[in-house]
């Protein structure tokens, strides 16, 4: 049976669905030796946090299943969450949000493709206005958006050296400046995979251009504030007319429940619960009530502060150290800078760098980390991303302290590896 032009588009292999085939086929091999996996975005197990959600999901069981299970529910969010949200912001920030400036999906993924698809697309003239992603590297579930075939279009960043073996990305606004046709911007803050937040600057020229070209500025605090702070940030979210601020509970404790909420303008929140309205309806309700719950409660702040930024602060100061005593000087690696988070982003500036294929020689090693490619938009053609674009690789912080130090031991020994066959032509 043939696909539409939008089902070809959305049925494409990713690079990451690919390394997720690849992971299920290496459980499936019947071999007694151990994987090591350092590719994952699914959060740790930490065991306070999922202690507390576990009580406030069992409480939501107990007290609101009838209501929240067997009966279906509002497009824009179960009432009582979408109230908690907005006090719970107005509390923390000073703002003055009402029930129409908040929507509950499932999950911000969904959110991002909800407002892609209501904002970007063809014009009246057929021409595309595109998502534009405008710091590049970011998450690459965000390639996956756009029904249009083009419809993607993704700013090289400037590289901002930090000393020998340390950088940060930082927006090209004069890149920015010169997009003549934008239909949404896009952007995690901080950043999946870098851990880069944006300064007040850089969010100056964001909002300028949104108010300029009268789109939404879409963005995800999926790993930032103010819940679940894996990554310390820059800037508090902000509220504007342009900008479309979106929250989850996934790094928090919560992925495979797919919560998450925007909070925006009205104008901007209307079309989205038309949208969910239209498709699935409304997000999961028992777990609504239990996020209610953490909210009101505060509860979220306590996880937040106690545990979930201590435990990645720690996570990320140890993989920094296994890094610098494992990776040699002579080696042209770099870590992009930042205080705390899930991941850390490395970039190998050597000719005889290619990411997929120290992740074909890791595989060979029994290990998986993320190729640095994905992340980035194809195609990898212009001299920047043809370099560097091939050039980094993520590894994951969530899996226990063991299986990182191993990890990073058996990445030194690929990459002096392929120096070494560089070298010698073997």
């Not at 992925?255 to 999961?284: K, Q, V, W, Y």
């Not at 996020?291 to 509860?299: F, I």
Request: glycine share 8%.
């Amino acid at each position: 049976m043939q696909l539409s032009s939008r089902g070809r588009q959305m049925s494409r292999l990713s690079g990451i669905r690919s390394i997720m085939e690849d992971i299920a086929a290496a459980g499936r091999d019947g071999s007694d030796s151990e994987w090591l996996n350092l590719s994952p975005g699914n959060p740790s197990h930490i065991p306070e946090v999922v202690d507390a959600w576990s009580r406030l999901v069992q409480e939501a069981l107990d007290d609101r299943f009838i209501e929240s299970s067997t009966r279906y529910g509002p497009s824009r969010g179960a009432p009582g969450l979408v109230d908690a949200i907005v006090e719970y912001f107005n509390l923390t920030y000073g703002w003055s949000i009402g029930p129409e400036n908040v929507v509950v999906g499932p999950g911000s993924q969904m959110l991002s493709f909800i407002a892609t698809t209501l904002f970007t697309g063809p014009d009246a003239d057929g021409v595309v206005r595109p998502l534009v992603l405008p710091r590049l590297p970011d998450y690459t579930g965000y390639q996956g958006l756009s029904l249009d075939p083009g419809g993607i279009v993704g700013l090289e960043p400037l590289i901002v050296p930090e000393g020998r073996h340390s950088f940060h990305y930082a927006v090209d606004t004069e890149a920015l400046a010169q997009q003549s046709r934008i239909g949404m911007m896009l952007l995690s803050n901080p950043a999946n995979p870098t851990g880069s937040s944006i300064d007040a600057g850089e969010l100056k020229a964001l909002i300028e251009t949104a108010e300029r070209h009268d789109v939404p500025l879409v963005v995800d605090h999926a790993y930032g504030e103010p819940f679940p702070g894996v990554v310390q940030t820059r800037l508090a979210p902000v509220l504007h007319s342009h900008v479309l601020n979106l929250f989850t509970l996934s790094k928090a404790g919560l992925p495979g429940e797919r919560i998450a909420f925007a909070i925006g303008p009205a104008e901007l929140i209307d079309p989205m619960i038309s949208f969910l309205a239209n498709s699935t309806l409304h997000a999961p309700q028992l777990l609504q009530a239990a996020v209610e719950r953490s909210l009101t409660t505060r509860q979220i702040d306590t996880l937040t502060t106690r545990h979930i930024k201590p435990y990645y602060k720690s996570k990320r100061a140890m993989a920094e150290e296994l890094l610098t005593e494992t990776l040699p000087d002579s080696l042209d690696w770099r870590l992009h800078s930042c205080d705390g988070g899930m991941f850390c982003w490395l970039s190998i500036d050597h000719d005889w760098f290619d990411d997929l294929e120290l992740y074909e020689l890791l595989k060979r090693k029994r290990m998986f980390i993320v190729p640095g490619r994905h992340f980035f938009v194809e195609p990898l053609t212009t001299p920047f991303l043809s370099t560097h674009g091939r050039r980094c690789i993520r590894l994951s912080l969530s899996p226990d302290e063991w299986a990182v130090a191993e990890g990073v031991n058996r990445l030194g020994e690929a990459l002096e590896e392929m120096r070494v066959s560089a070298r010698t032509g073997k």
